[in-house]
């Protein structure tokens, strides 16, 4: 349960002047935090509301919407294993019931050392690779009961650092776009609407070509 840390203030600020409203940062926000805790705590939801100008449960209320934003403690590693139709053709069931007995847990549970979360998913477009699964929304494809285990093992001994970052490192690279380079963006209300696009509006609607151009 932690707010923003004042680097990652620093770096929500640079993100919220890169778009016209303030609020429309709350995504990349939301995944600042998750990557700060590895998941997005109650209190970094009220600290990004106070960023960008709205509620807590308004960004609850965006953020719950998404799968990927997890509002609880997961593991380092969340092991989604796709048990859909292709999967499930291809031994995805099977797969997942090897994973819980390799792991010592039931499917939406993590382990005791907070290294594993377990996740049967629906399909996660990979099905011509069935059956698959990803560690924290990292493809491994065509994966056998002696795969995963192996897997296992090199998430535990740090071989797979390179591939897999902890559980809300969305890149291992940042974007960092120079001051110049922002595009300055203004809201779209303040923006003079362009001739062709009043012209469209005013057929439907005259009140909606104020503010085009002449
Ligand atoms: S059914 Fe498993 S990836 Fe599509």
Known sequence: MSRLTPENVELA??????YPRPK??????????????????????VHIGELVGVTS????????FYEMFKRHEVGKYCVNIC?????????????????????????????????????????????????????????FHRISNDDFDQMIDELRSGRLDDVVPPHGVLAKVRQDLAEEQIANITPPETQV??????????????????????
Request: glycine share 8%.
């Open 57 to 64: 449960a308004e960004v609850l209320g965006t953020a719950s």
């Open 193 to 214: 609407m362009p001739r062709w696009i009043a012209d469209e509006a005013a057929k439907n609607d005259p009140a909606a070509s104020e503010g085009g151009q002449a």
């Open 83 to 139: 048990t859909n139709i292709s999967c499930q053709l291809m031994g995805g069931e099977e797969l997942l019931e090897h994973a819980e007995q390799t792991l010592g847990i039931r499917s939406g549970s993590t382990t005791n050392d907070g290294l594993f979360t377990l996740e049967d998913v629906e399909c996660i477009a990979a099905c011509t690779e069935a059956p698959a699964l990803q560690v924290n929304y990292r493809y």
């Open 13 to 18: 600020k640079q993100i919220i002047r890169r």
């Open 24 to 45: 429309s940062a709350l995504i990349p926000l939301c995944h600042l935090a998750q990557e700060q805790d590895g998941h997005l705590a109650d209190d970094a939801m």
